[in-house]
Every structure is written in structure tokens, then in C-alpha cells.
């Protein structure tokens, strides 16, 4: 279970945690495959746990009690929760992308960050997210925390630049990239009925061959500071063109 905490483990068992009462309420009802649930006494001392352990019992997961202090050696959180599932990964094929709106991230190696900004993806209705680059792993504890259970429901891909392109290309996506330089202000564009929003790293951008490729370039105006942070940022583009 412990090195389910580091990325080359989860890759090889295809298996990851979801740590948390509400996260884990998610996941039960999710169509994600559940392995196993560990829980201690503490999950039973109010209503809101009482149902979930009733519920995970209901469904015929397979179940384990530990005590407290073993639960908390099994977290990866400062304050541990009473419960941890094990659950599965899905495979994440680019093979059955379809839909209009799509999120780009390119490089974005913050885990709070990419779960933030799956999590407004959903709340503002975009078909799916795409990971290319170096972007964080989907699965990263911090990561599934952050999605707030938005990743069970959110379409998420993987893909090398070179396919998501030639993907788009295909069904015949525009790119909306932000820019540093020359970029429009985002109120100003046609926003187009097949759109990518393209996002890049904070600290450098989109990369150029993403930038050349760009059918409208934006830039958030802002006053007194040189950027904002990427799920910011990201959540006023996902707004602005849902």
C-alpha cells in the first residue's frame, strides 16, 4: 500500500488511492473498479462515516479494519484520514476522444494544479482534459485530493504533442493559446464552436511549437503583478468559453 505513494509502483500495479470521507464517497460511486477499503473505528464516530461504511459493505468491497494509527502510516496527508480505498487505474486512450471543448495542459507539473483546473473543467461542462508533456500524473495522491472527486466523472487523456495535434487537426479543433506577448484580450475573440484552450507551465508557457500553431492567442489582462497561476488563470478561460 505504501508504495502505492510513488508513481513507479502505481504504474506497474495500475492501482492508486483515494484517501478522504468525501473523496471516497466519489469513488464508491464511480464506475472506477474498487479493490479493497481500509477504514478504523474513527470512520464509525458520526453519521456522515456510519453511511459511508455502510455503503462500501452494501456493494461487496472487499474490506479491512486497522487501527487508526496503521490507517495514518498508509496516507499521504498531514491530518490522516480514517479511511483509504485502493482503486484502479483506468486507462486513458486519446483513441475515444470526442466532443467540442478540450483543456490542454502542457507541462504543468503541479499536482494541485492539474486537479484544480479537472475539477473547473467539469464544473464548467468541457468535454475532456488532455496531459501532454511533462504534466503531472493524473494519479498523484495530491492530484486525485485536488480534483475533489472531478476525476472520476471528467474525461482525462494522455498524448504526446504530436497526436493531440494531429487529432485536432483531424475533427478540425481551433487553439486558443495564452501568450505572453501580442496575446488579444480573451473577450475579444470569436470564440469558436471547436476549441482547445491551451495551458502552459507558469514559469514558461506553451511550448513553440504549440504558440506557432495558435489560432488566437490571449492574454488575461491583470494589474500590478507580471501572472497568475495556472488554475486561476484557467478557470477564467474555462468560463469566459464554455
Not at 470521507?21 to 474513527?42: G, H, M, P, W
Request: glycine share 6%.
Amino acid at each position: 500500500m505504501k508504495q502505492l505513494h510513488q508513481k513507479k509502483y502505481r504504474k506497474i500495479s495500475q492501482e492508486f488511492l483515494v484517501e478522504g470521507i468525501r473523496i471516497c464517497e466519489e469513488v464508491i460511486t464511480s464506475n472506477y473498479k474498487i479493490e479493497q477499503a481500509y477504514f478504523s473505528d474513527e470512520l464509525l464516530k458520526n453519521t456522515r462515516g456510519k453511511k459511508l461504511a455502510s455503503k462500501i459493505i452494501e456493494e461487496g468491497i472487499p474490506t479491512i479494519t486497522l487501527a487508526q494509527n496503521k490507517i495514518s502510516k498508509l496516507c499521504t496527508t498531514k491530518t490522516p484520514s480514517p479511511i483509504i480505498i485502493r482503486a484502479k487505474q483506468k486507462k486513458h486512450a486519446l483513441d475515444s476522444l470526442c466532443g467540442s471543448k478540450f483543456v490542454v495542459l502542457e507541462n504543468v507539473a503541479d499536482p494541485g494544479n492539474v486537479g484544480t483546473i479537472i475539477r473547473t473543467a467539469e464544473a464548467f461542462n468541457w468535454d475532456a482534459v488532455i496531459l501532454i508533456g511533462e504534466s503531472v500524473e493524473v494519479y498523484n495522491p495530491k492530484t486525485v485530493r485536488s480534483t475533489m472527486g472531478s476525476l472520476f466523472r471528467q474525461s482525462v487523456f494522455y498524448s504526446s504533442t504530436a497526436d493531440v495535434l494531429s487529432c485536432f487537426e483531424d475533427i478540425g479543433v481551433s487553439y486558443i493559446v495564452t501568450c505572453v506577448d501580442n496575446g488579444l484580450n480573451p473577450r475579444s475573440i470569436n470564440v469558436p464552436c471547436k476549441r482547445a484552450v491551451f495551458l502552459g507551465s507558469e514559469a514558461h508557457g506553451v511550448s513553440s511549437i504549440i504558440e506557432k500553431r495558435a489560432h488566437h492567442k490571449v492574454k488575461i489582462p491583470t494589474q500590478n503583478v507580471e501572472s497568475l497561476n495556472i488554475a486561476i488563470a484557467g478557470g477564467i478561460l474555462l468560463y469566459l468559453y464554455c
